[in-house]
């Protein structure tokens, strides 16, 4: 597995790679160490890393020759290969670590290729799509659980730290990103997240939330009203569930991401509330939560098969609240395979 993604990156980027950030060791390697660097290039693949983490290095990078750093720095290595060219995550590394860099390899020219290692992990193999489908599987049972604990009086606070002990203590290995638990008129807000204040009776409440499985991330968002919802909170509602599946329908390998947007766009826009839906539709999902590409006005993509892509329409009313629905879906030929369960219907509490 980890050999294929390696020859995907010669491939796209032909000079020698050097990779710092977390995600794409992990990624080209399998290790998850806390200090690392891997060299890849059309002959080698090296993993640098320290005398605290060689062991975990042997066993977890089997395809990757182990090199302890006490024994041979990084820094003397590149001086030493003289390079005409080394590729570098340029939206990872620092401008000063940028310019040590240049000094290191100063008969080196450094070319960025962030855009070329992303486009490489847009498609997911069957590994990636398990864990991710695991992770959203830990969110969807946390949500059934929540359910049972949301009641008028308690804090957004309370209900986030819930959710998230909930996934955490069945097998989740952190967040994947800090939970968004907004009610009431702080609902109206696309990333408001929780805070101390007492959720009350018929109020909106949106929760969005994810946590990671071997590395990977899910996403979903749900918004339940805390009692009976009233007509315009129903309204809301609706529309916002109509966007979705309307744009739920128009997802398969060959759509292009920006039409799919617009088919949510313009339904919210025709029932009178296009001003308040301020956000693109969805994003990709994986070793980070917010990946490419995107379902946006801007985003011309034609989706894949193997993508995976968040659909999360919304309507936020300043002073009101606010609605968000999202579904995390793999593309497919002929559609999409949705891995959130949980229900989509208004659920009043």
Known sequence: MYIKRTQKLTKASPCASLITSPENIYYFSGFTGGEGALFIDQNRRLLFTDSRYTVQAHEQAPDFEIIDLAEKSLSAFLKGENLQTIGFEDDFVTFQTYLGLEKIADKSVWLPISDKILEIRMIKDETELAAIASAAKLADNAFSYILTQIAPGKTEREIALLLEFHMKQNGAEGLSFETIAASGVRSAMPHGTATDKVIEKNDFFTLDF?????????????????????????????????????????????????????????????????????????????????????????????????????????????NFGGVRIEDLVVIKEDGYENLVASPKELIEL
């Open 210 to 318: 994810g946590c990671k499985f071997q590395g990977y991330c899910s996403d979903m968002t749900r918004t339940v009203v805390v009692g009976k919802a009233s007509d315009k909170q129903k309204q809301i509602y609706e529309t916002v569930l109509s966007a979705q599946k309307a744009a739920l329908s128009e997802l398969s390998a060959g759509a292009m991401a920006n039409v799919v947007d617009s088919v949510a766009r313009n339904l919210i826009k025709d029932a009178g509330f296009g001003k308040y839906f301020g956000h693109g539709l969805g994003h990709s999902v994986g070793l980070k939560v917010h990946e490419k590409p995107s379902l946006s006005p801007k985003c011309s993509d034609i989706l894949l098969p193997g993508e995976l892509m968040t659909v999360e329409p919304g309507i936020y009313i300043e």
